[in-house]
C-alpha cells in the first residue's frame, strides 16, 4: 500500500488542523494506520493509531484528548483532527500502515512496512 500524508500547515497555539493519510495500492480495510511525528533534533515518537477494525485505538499521552484519529474505509483514508495545538505539537507528521498489527503493539514503529513521505506542522507561539 502506498502512502501521502497532507494537510499539515503553519496555526497559531491553539488553532486546529487535520491531516490525511490517503492510500492506494491496497484497500485500508486490512490496515492498522498510525501516525508519528518527528520534531527537529529529535527522534521520530508515536502520536496515534488505529486498529484495522477501527475497534482499537491509541493515542500518545501528549496528545490525549486533543487529537483524533479516524478511518474512512470508503475513501480509503486516515485523518488526524488536531484540536488545541500547541508549539510543541511543531513536527514532521508521518502516516505509516501495516497489515497485522495487533492491539498491543499499535504504538511500535517496527509493526508497520509502509510510510507515506511526511507533513510538516508548524505552531508558532
Known amino acids: 500500500v502506498q502512502l501521502q500524508a497532507s494537510g499539515g500547515g503553519q496555526v497559531e497555539t491553539g488553532g486546529s488542523l487535520t491531516l490525511s493519510c490517503a492510500a492506494s495500492?491496497?484497500?485500508?480495510?486490512?490496515?492498522?494506520v498510525a501516525w508519528f511525528r518527528q520534531a527537529p533534533g529529535m527522534e521520530r515518537s508515536f502520536v496515534a493509531a488505529?486498529?484495522?477494525?477501527?475497534?482499537?485505538?491509541d493515542y500518545a499521552d501528549s496528545v490525549k484528548g486533543r487529537f483524533t484519529i479516524s478511518k474512512d474505509n470508503t475513501r480509503n483514508a486516515v485523518y488526524l483532527r488536531m484540536n488545541r495545538l500547541r508549539p510543541e505539537d511543531t513536527a514532521v507528521y508521518y502516516c505509516?500502515?501495516?497489515?497485522?498489527?495487533?492491539?498491543?503493539?499499535?504504538?511500535?514503529?517496527?509493526?508497520?512496512?509502509?510510510w507515506g513521505l511526511g507533513t510538516l506542522v508548524t505552531v508558532s507561539s
Open positions: 495500492g491496497r484497500s485500508l480495510r486490512g490496515y492498522a
Open positions: 505509516a500502515a501495516g497489515p497485522s498489527v495487533i492491539r498491543s503493539n499499535l504504538a511500535s514503529q517496527s509493526a508497520y512496512g509502509s
Open positions: 488505529i486498529h484495522r477494525t477501527g475497534n482499537g485505538i
